[in-house]
Nanobody, 116 residues
Framework: QVQLVESGGGSVQAGGSLRLSCVVSGSDERITAMSWYRRPPGKQRDLVASITNGGQLNYADSVKGRFTISRDVAKNTVYLQMNSLKPEDTDVYYC??????????WGQGTQVTVSI
């Protein structure tokens, strides 16, 4: 069984930075990628960034150039460095592990609040 635990959320002023962490415990050899999502109120979760086992990166257009996803294999941790934060980045951010091309395991989420 795989468990994902996010941390690093908080409150920051616009233009500031935060780094989210997702610690992965357990293992599932079927996992193909790790990703970060966020869920706007009343909407489904949106993909923010992903990194495949082969290191391929993907970003939502709204965060390109501002957010960076990375991983530390030795620490079983995935990071999301968020710079130049905007109020519209306010959301709950979720870590997810994909099996094939579908997010299968989810963390509990961490709140990010960006104020003007």
């Amino acid at each position: 069984q795989v468990q994902l635990v996010e941390s690093g959320g908080g409150s920051v002023q616009a233009g500031g930075s935060l780094r989210l962490s997702c610690v992965v415990s357990g293992s599932d050899e079927r996992i193909t990628a790790m990703s970060w999502y966020r869920r706007p109120p009343g909407k489904q979760r949106d993909l923010v960034a992903s990194i495949t086992n082969g290191g391929q990166l993907n970003y939502a257009d709204s965060v390109k150039g501002r957010f960076t996803i990375s991983r530390d294999v030795a620490k079983n941790t995935v990071y999301l460095q968020m710079n130049s934060l905007k109020p519209e980045d306010t959301d709950v951010y979720y870590c997810a592990a994909w099996i094939l091309t579908w997010p299968y395991y989810w963390g509990q989420g961490t709140q990010v609040t960006v104020s003007i």
